[in-house]
């Protein structure tokens, strides 16, 4: 009995440790920032894993799988100015877990659980110039939350559950100075045209899937005149019908309509625009093209027109404007006018890229503008004419450039297409 007991407490003991907080390493190499990897578990952040070092300049528990916060956790760090906690599991924020960092300017909070940001939650924290809260679930935005971050330069709201018309007007009354506000996957239809009423140095405002069905007013205001980047993408944005709708816009370099429902422009529209450089209208239903729509925009270099339903298009419509990249597959184009990108180049454009892949061409109309694209030397998408996918159509053994032929060159192309997919 003796000796057994003895084999027992002789066997060899392994103890296995479980780590359930964040490992972190201080960088000295990286002026004090404190990089943070995650642990076997979820963590409620406290007081001792980050706390209290004054030389601290940044922290990251990105995806450290923290689910709460407590409120000393960031303790006596003065010097803190940039901390990164997305990718957690966060769902709530106490008033004062900041209250040991002022000076903190960057915070990312994005793709946790937050549903609000409590009223004063940033009062022991003016410094802030970046909020990054993409990802979460708020859908509520209470007037007065910002009203500390008179700095705040970068807001980023994307992907909650914001409703624009159920926000104050007066909700960055106090922030002035933003530059940058993402607003996507939010549902920003019918918001007040006051909402962006004290910006005055906009330089990006992002509206992808917003369930916008019409231009934006807020988006589009006097005090809007300092934007250079607009993006109003995957909407049901139907038309282009208000010839003033970018008066205000003449500080705008890129504007980004792609993926709406846009089947109509009046020809003047983006008259004011005299320094737009890109103008994408991907993935609408355009049939045509007014001859002025983009005439005289001195700077406009590139240009989409793709996936459409454009069978005509004349050059005079780009007369006076630069353009160096033009996309025009995937439309309704048997033609296009005789030397086009000579006629082009003569009237201001320095084409150096086209794109006119996957339109009906008829083959000698698409045989002839290949040899002038090959003769000036611009490039084009070659693997399109590799002689293994249809790419015309051929009914006549010459150019047919009247507009009344087209859908017979539409409908036989279509019909070869659809053989080959059967």
Known sequence: ?????????????????????????????????????????????????????????????????????????????????????????????????????????????????????????????????????????????????????????????????????????????????????????????????????????????NLDRCFLTGLPNFALRHNMRTMKQLIMSTNQINNLDNSTAFVNLDNLEILNLAHNKIDSIVGNIFVPLKKVKIIVLRNNKLKSIPDNLFRDLPELANLDLSHNLIDFIPVNAFRGAPLKNLNLSDNKFTYLTDNFCLELRNSGGKL??????????????????????????ISYNAVKYNGKTQVCVTEQFSC???????????????NLINHKQQ
């Not at 047919?400 to 279509?414: E, G, I, S, T």
């Open 1 to 205: 009995m003796t000796s057994l007991l003895w084999g027992l407490f002789s066997m060899p003991i392994i103890l296995v440790i479980v780590c359930a907080e964040p490992n972190c390493m201080t960088h000295n190499d990286l002026q004090n920032n404190m990089i943070c990897s995650p642990g076997s578990s979820d963590y409620i952040l406290e007081r001792g894993l980050v706390s209290d070092n004054n030389r601290t300049i940044g922290i990251s528990l990105k995806a450290c799988r923290i689910i709460d916060i407590n409120k000393e956790s960031f303790h006596s760090l003065s010097s803190l100015e940039d901390l990164d906690l997305s990718l957690n599991s966060i769902s709530n924020l106490r008033l004062e877990i900041f209250d040991g960092a002022p000076k903190l300017m960057s915070l990312n909070l994005s793709y946790n659980l937050l549903t609000a940001i409590p009223l004063g939650f940033f009062n022991q924290t003016p410094n802030i110039e970046l909020l990054d809260l993409r990802g979460n679930k708020i859908n509520i935005l209470e007037e007065g939350f910002l009203d500390p971050l008179k700095k705040l330069k970068h807001l980023d709201l994307a992907s909650n559950l914001l409703i624009g018309k159920q926000l104050s007007p007066y909700i960055f009354n106090i922030n002035r100075h933003i530059k940058f506000i993402d607003f996507s996957r939010n549902e920003m239809s019918d918001t007040s045209e006051l909402l962006t009423h004290a910006f005055q140095e906009m330089n990006i405002l």
């Open 400 to 414: 047919q450039r009247q507009q009344n032929v087209n859908a017979m060159y539409v409908k036989l192309y279509n």
């Open 352 to 377: 150096k890229k086209i794109f006119f892949n996957d339109n009906p061409w008829q083959c000698a109309c698409l045989f002839d503008f290949l040899a002038e694209v090959k003769r000036m030397g």
